[in-house]
């Protein structure tokens, strides 16, 4: 990475909002698993990588919204906590049965779910 990228990023990190740093993790959650599905004919290499990512970023948005700290509403709480529920017991199916058709479900949740943090439709 150049100089000038290594600055960007770091004037990036601190000036993105808390929405922002979730919005990039889900993008680069969803990035991961789209990389296993075209590669998929060739090989499942990177599944559980992107699985245990996709997993530990969905446990910490479940952790928090279930947080009475938590300062949005217990509607859209309950929301995430259910989304996440789902995601985090789909992580676990595919590691067990490994099947790509699967993995689309799992993308489509992190990047709507980014396109609402990040305010786009």
Known sequence: MSIGAQAYARTAQTTATPRDIEAQALLKA????????????????????????????WSIF????????????????????????FVLTQCTALQQVRQVEHLQALIDINRNIAAGLSGRP
Not at 30 to 54: P, S, Y
Not at 62 to 71: E, F, L, R, T, W
């Open 30 to 57: 969803a990035r991961k698993l789209q990389d296993v599905v075209e590669n998929w004919d060739h090989t499942d290499a990177g599944l559980d990588d992107a699985l245990l990512f996709n997993r530990k970023l």
């Open 62 to 85: 479940v952790g928090d919204a279930m947080n009475d700290q938590n300062p949005e509403s217990i509607e859209i709480r309950q929301n995430i906590a259910n989304i996440g529920i």
